[in-house]
């Protein structure tokens, strides 16, 4: 693992305090979760829930992720086999592609890409093939997508798995069902194994609606879906996450787990259960929230000179900032804090082919709103001074 230093987000996060800046690097929210659902956390620990629960977890929550499940996208799954909760979904990416990847195996992915993706396919000597996202039509109509023939030809017949993360971080992308067909055809047609990560899959946007991957026809035999209560309920610290897929997938990703994490905290696993049944609403409620958050930084972005695309879904929106006259964005990352006041993180890490993404910078808005008026203030002076 040599090659992999400190991650950009600590450095970000280092400066952003360093220099008093508002943090629109690393994708947290600044607000709680709902009452209820913190409430029964501290129940549960009252109530003695304290030791080691069963390795793939609590059945009151593999049956609430069940349920929910089927009644969102009428997909079936077996809660005692085919649903393990994990600490984090990263944990469930991690516990995936070290089951299912051998050495010299290829993982076909789309760039950006999530930063743990590569960590992972790394620890299981496995060999990235990215697959560009690049944006279709320009201005805010910009929509991150890839080219169906790119694709196709990333797959050779060493291809293990496709990684698929939709609605997608940190593009904002919400893969279509057109665009989800032609993934699953060529995982049909090459026999690959799809991992989806859809940690985002309740954080969608005017009315875009998300598909599974798995849903897609032949591939619930195939897909390894991972998801968490982090995103969805606000509660990124609470480190719970679940994997879904059909039992011999299931089971290969528990023989992994087993020896990294045995087992996920039980007290927070209970009290999910109960949200993912009783807090719809509140989830909601924190979509629509987040889409007028968006809305809002995206003005601010505008206003100060950057190209900003107008993200479907997730807690990010990708800007470029040649509009400025900037090209690179790990150089304007670096000085934006002190320049500005405000950090974001340079989407060049994002990259394996890094002059894709060189002249865009990735800015969060799950933050309260005064803070993104601020930041939106902050960064409007700054763009009056570059351009003025
Ligand atoms: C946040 C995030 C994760 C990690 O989720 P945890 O449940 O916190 O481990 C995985 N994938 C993507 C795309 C994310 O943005």
Redesign the pocket.
């Known amino acids: 693992m040599g090659g992999f230093g400190e991650t950009i987000f600590a450095e970000m996060t280092r400066l952003a305090n360093e220099t008093d800046a508002i943090n629109l690097g690393q994708?947290f929210p600044d607000t709680d979760g709902p009452p209820s659902l913190l409430a029964g956390a501290a129940h549960w620990i009252g109530q003695g829930v304290n030791q080691y629960p069963p390795g793939p977890g609590r059945i009151e929550l593999r049956t609430a992720v069940a349920e929910d499940r089927k009644a969102r996208y009428g997909i079936d799954l077996d809660p005692e086999t085919e649903v393990y909760i994990t600490v984090?979904?990263?944990?469930g990416?991690a516990a995936g592609v070290l089951s299912l990847v051998e050495p010299g195996d290829e993982v076909v992915l789309f760039e950006p890409m999530?930063d743990?993706y590569s960590g992972v396919i790394a620890l299981a000597q496995g060999v990235r093939r990215p697959v560009t996202l690049r944006p279709s039509g320009s201005g805010p109509n910009a929509r991150f997508t890839f080219d169906p023939d790119e694709l196709r030809a990333a797959v050779t017949p060493r291809t293990r798995m496709i990684i698929v993360?939709t609605p997608h971080?940190p593009t904002g992308t919400v893969f279509t069902p057109d665009e989800l067909a032609i993934i699953a055809e060529v995982c049909r047609d090459n026999d690959v194994i799809a991992l989806a990560?859809e940690?985002?899959e309740h954080l969608v946007f005017d009315g875009t609606v998300h598909v599974p991957l798995a849903a897609q026809p032949g591939m619930a035999e195939r897909t390894l879906t991972?998801s968490?209560?982090?995103?969805t309920f606000s509660v990124?610290a609470w480190?719970?996450?679940w994997v879904m897929g059909p039992r011999p997938l299931v089971r290969a990703v528990q023989t992994v787990n087993q020896f990294l994490t045995f087992s996920a905290n039980g007290a927070l696993q209970l009290a999910l259960a109960d949200a993912l049944r009783d807090e719809q609403g509140w989830v909601r409620t924190q979509r629509d929230a987040l889409q007028d958050k968006r809305d809002r930084l995206a003005a601010g972005l505008t206003e100060a000179g950057f190209q900003v695309s107008n993200p479907q879904g997730t807690y990010f929106l990708m800007a470029d900032i040649r509009p400025l006259g900037h090209s690179d964005g790990v150089d304007l990352a670096r000085a934006l804090p002190r320049l500005t006041g405000v950090a974001a993180v340079p989407a060049q890490v994002f990259y394996a082919n890094e002059d894709e993404g060189r002249h865009l910078v990735r800015f969060a808005f799950c933050k309260r709103d005064e803070i993104l008026d601020e930041a939106a203030r902050r960064l409007r002076a700054f763009g009056d001074r570059s351009q003025g």
């Open positions: 994708g984090g979904a990263t944990a990416i999530y743990s993360n971080n990560d940690v985002y991972v968490s209560a982090g995103k990124t480190k719970t996450g």
